[in-house]
């Protein structure tokens, strides 16, 4: 590919110590959509005829039923490949590597067969463009995908949560501050918490994605190709919405490879929380959960075990997670301009990243609709500890009471509860009166379940009514969020159909 100022051969263990082959293979069907779409631009240059570019297209359309087939032929010849054109490389690619020791870089494994398949009208390919460009706009295509697969993942987990919410109906349960009770609130409350999450995970993701809609090809190796490339048709072709606008930036950029493991690490951490809060709820401690059995395992230890293997987990892999995220900023910082080999250090977190929250996305939706909850141990936890005192500090205001002196009284109900074993609702009025002359006979309905969720009446609080029409908002939102992912001009293009140009 460059041997040509060279004297001396390579070390030979520098020389497959530096090849990304092994890793970048995965990349075939981007590489292979991406020259297609150079291709198309040179022609339209002068550098191709029409029967050049046709056959160009047509072989570039056979590179890869052709590394699959002679990978299949290797194995004994009956290997059968994933059902899409990405999961089939990626099953046959140790396969494809160990075929290819000669291929450096998957844009060098493409020229190579590409070379194999038309001859040597092959070697025009490269004219006009560099790996710099290559490997920048591969990766694009790359995370491009990975996005419109988790936004698809996390809709159907937004799904199961509303799901869940609807059918959670009023049941109550304690929520917690300092992991102490605190007031009581409705599951769906609770659940809808975080569904708020992961509408900003979703949104975050689609913000990526709309900035790293730019095409590098056309950038060249820094500083733009050396022909006049109208570069508004490889952009097009790959579904792009223009080219990107500085060839220096364009070939070292990997700012959208960092916000899209920054924003997978954020969306980390929220289902993380939630493992943990399952993890708990499901302890004998808690009991507020029966883990689905389908998604537990038993211990080969301890007979009566039933643990939440899949919970532990996912919060292990939220780690992982935030390692793509640091990893790949460690790479960059500190880069000159432009494109440096370091880079090529910054396709596997990416890749761990995507595969990471592909796996957890392909169970966590069906694991959170296999939840059952024992609503009876959630509401009785909900009655007990005094969790109703705000709602009867509250009743005090509405007297009249300043809040702060309510405070005190009601902390004095709950001193005479502790030490009567008794809680505010079991208290006599004549005793409550001792505290202040305020407490009326009303009192007593402004302290239960029902009217302490329900005197939370703000937009986002816990109130019945005001969780109901939560509820119906969660669920409008994503139905308009499915409509604009399928709205997307890539979604079309289908990658993993390799149906692109
Ligand atoms: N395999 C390389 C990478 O992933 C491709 C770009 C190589 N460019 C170069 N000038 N050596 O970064």
Redesign the pocket.
Do not use: T
């Given at each position: 590919m460059w041997s040509g100022r060279f004297r001396e051969p390579l070390d030979p263990a520098f020389e497959s110590w530096q090849r990304?082959f092994p890793f970048?293979v995965r990349l075939l069907p981007q590489e292979v959509a991406a020259s297609k779409a150079h291709a198309r631009a040179i022609a339209a240059a002068g550098i191709l005829s029409a029967t050049e570019l046709a056959t160009m297209l047509d072989g570039l359309d056979r590179v890869i039923p052709f590394a699959l087939e002679e990978a299949s032929k290797s194995l004994g010849g009956d290997a059968a490949w994933g059902s899409s054109t990405a999961s089939a490389v990626l099953a046959a690619a140790p396969a494809i590597v160990a075929l290819h020791p000669e291929a450096?870089?998957?844009?060098h494994f493409v020229e190579l067969m590409l070379t194999k398949i038309i001859g040597e009208l092959a070697l025009k390919l490269h004219t006009g463009r560099?790996?710099?460009e290559?490997?920048a706009t591969d990766m694009r295509l790359f995370v491009r995908d990975a996005i419109d697969q988790t936004l698809r993942g996390l809709l159907s987990w937004r799904g199961a949560l509303v799901d869940q919410a609807r059918a959670a109906g009023e049941t109550v349960m304690p929520s917690y501050t300092h992991l102490q009770r605190a007031e009581p609130v409705l599951v769906a409350h609770w659940l809808l918490a975080y569904v708020s999450m992961l509408e900003r995970d979703f949104s975050r993701l689609e913000d990526c994605r709309a900035r790293l809609n730019v095409c590098p090809l056309g950038s060249g190796?820094i500083a733009g190709a050396t022909l006049a490339l109208d570069r508004t048709i490889a952009a097009e072709a790959l579904g792009f919405d223009v080219p990107t606008a500085n060839s220096m930036d364009a070939t070292s950029d990997r700012d959208f490879a960092l916000d899209f493991t920054q924003a997978l690490a954020t969306l980390g951490l929220h289902i993380s929380r939630f493992a943990e809060e399952l993890t708990l709820h499901s302890t004998a401690e808690f009991g507020f959960l029966d883990l689905p059995e389908r998604f537990s395992t038993g211990s080969s230890a301890m007979p009566q075990k039933k643990n939440p293997d899949l919970t532990e987990l996912i919060r292990g892999k939220a780690g992982r997670l935030q390692g793509a995220a640091v990893t790949l900023a460690t790479i960059v910082k500190g880069l000159p301009l432009a494109?440096n080999?370091d880079?090529?250090e910054g396709?596997e977190p990416v890749f761990d990243a995507a595969d990471t929250i592909s796996g957890i996305l392909s169970v966590l939706p069906e694991f959170t609709r296999a939840l059952h909850f024992r609503a009876d141990a959630m509401q009785a936890a909900a009655e007990k500890g005094y969790l109703n005192a705000m709602a009867a500090a509250t009743y005090l205001t509405h007297k009249g009471v300043p809040f702060r002196k309510a405070h005190e009284k009601i902390g004095q109900a709950v001193r005479l509860g502790l030490e009567t074993g008794r809680e505010l609702g079991e208290l006599s009025l004549e005793e409550l009166r001792s505290f202040g002359e305020e407490f009326g006979a009303g009192f007593f309905d402004a302290i239960t379940l029902e009217a302490t969720l329900d005197c939370h009446d703000v937009i986002g609080g816990t109130a019945r009514g005001r969780v109901r029409d939560a509820i119906e908002d969660a669920s409008r939102r994503i139905a308009s969020d499915t409509a604009s992912i399928a709205s997307k001009k890539s979604a079309k293009l289908g990658l993993e159909r390799n149906a692109l140009v």
């Open positions: 990304s970048d450096e870089d998957i844009h560099s790996r710099n290559q490997i190796a494109y080999k880079l090529q396709q």
